[in-house]
């Protein structure tokens, strides 16, 4: 009973003292092409790797998507990618954008319904900010790419960072602290071709009308 005990406690000890911190293992800019919507999920062709991020996977996915195809848009004015990140124990694709609206083109209530939301800030009197995280993402090969950025690519490309990082846990004792780095995998990429006609441009649809 004595063992058990100091067993439980010693874990106690061990796991109730650890952090998790993200290390960064590389970083380097990146340009997305083309962004758009195909079969209910989001992709970006940059000048490093094709992203996909899936609805299915994600409901944020699902919340940009629904934005996207909102009533909102017709005040939309610019978009930037924040960054894109890569955790190369899983391969995993997290990234973060803004989407600035012109809040003269929407209705009063609507801007504070907006801004009750936590991830809307108000950058200018008149301007909204919106932030958007997308999460469970991959890298995908594109058979059709050229075709999809001679007919869909963004007039403006937008330029960010791609960050691949690992999860660092480090053990905090009284006298010493040890960090334990998790394994490198490397997994291959999907092969995918999408035809441009279920294609969905978003950003160039909207941008003529932000002008």
């Known amino acids: 009973m004595k063992k058990l005990i100091l067993f439980v406690v010693s ?3 061990l796991f109730g003292c650890t952090t998790t911190d993200k290390k960064e293992v590389s970083k380097q800019s990146e340009v997305i ?16 790797n094709s992203y996909q991020f899936s ?14 195809n909102s009533q909102e848009m ?18 995993k ?12 083109k929407l209705t009063k209530d609507r801007v504070q319904e907006l801004l009750n939301n936590r991830d809307v800030y108000k950058p200018s009197q008149d301007n909204l900010k919106l932030l958007f995280k997308l999460s469970n993402g991959t890298t995908v090969i594109l058979q059709n790419k050229d ?27 009284k006298d010493t602290t040890e960090g334990f780095a998790m394994a490198v995998v490397w997994g291959g990429a999907g092969i995918i071709t999408l035809p441009f006609a279920i294609i969905s441009l978003p950003f160039q649809a909207f941008s003529a009308l932000s002008k």
Request: proline fraction near 1%; charge should be negative.
């Open 11 to 13: 874990l106690f000890l």
């Open 33 to 48: 092409q083309a962004f758009f919507i195909a079969n209910n999920n989001i992709y970006a062709i940059g000048n490093l």
């Open 55 to 68: 609805s299915e996977k994600s409901e944020y996915v699902q919340y940009l998507i629904d934005f996207l």
């Open 74 to 91: 017709k005040a939309f004015k610019s978009v930037y990618i924040n960054e894109i990140e890569r955790n190369v124990e899983d391969n």
């Open 93 to 104: 694709i997290n990234a973060s954008l803004f989407i600035e609206l012109d809040g003269t």
């Open 147 to 173: 075709e999809i950025l001679s007919k869909g690519k963004l007039s403006t490309p937008l330029k960010t960072y791609f960050i691949e990082y690992k999860n660092s846990v480090k053990i905090n004792t």
